[in-house]
């Protein structure tokens, strides 16, 4: 369930995330809801986060083929049990009726989390699976976008192997200000 103070969807907070639809400020019960997901194993958070994200993307007209996500290092989805990314995709692609499909695989094992800007600046390295027959435009997941860097990097690894720019659609539920 969407927290009670969460703001209304938007397409983006502040000018370094113009190539990322988000959904929601990093910041109160969205914040929290984020932390319970990653770091207390609340997998139900997962549920409200994908399902509004799939209505920002279906409000602002984006007819996604395919939903995928930043895969985590494997450490913490070791540790976890989930990644929780591919959890939020998957509610994600339920509410837009498209499949949720891992087309990335994270390369480095280097986890962000308590990164100063200079080192989220350097992003994870990604592969990306080639395109398939009807595979349609791509919406790559992240839980949060602080500079871009992630995200950046996966539509990159994307393109790489075989889609075009304007086939991939970057989505966060929540940025940092």
Partial sequence: MLPNNAPSP????GPRHRAVLVSLAHEGDVRASII?????????????MGEHL?????????AAGTVTWVPTTAGRRSRRGFDHAACIASHAARALGVR????????DSVPQTGSGRAERLVPPVFRARPPRRGEGRVVVVDDVVTTGATLDSARRALVAAG???DAVICAAVAATR
């Fill in 36 to 48: 319970a997901l990653k770091y207390r194993g609340l997998e139900a958070e997962a549920h409200w």
């Fill in 10 to 13: 938007d397409t983006g907070v």
């Fill in 100 to 107: 949720s499909v891992a087309l990335l695989r994270r390369i």
């Fill in 54 to 62: 799939g209505i920002l993307l279906r409000s602002v007209g984006i």
């Fill in 163 to 165: 889609r075009s720019n």
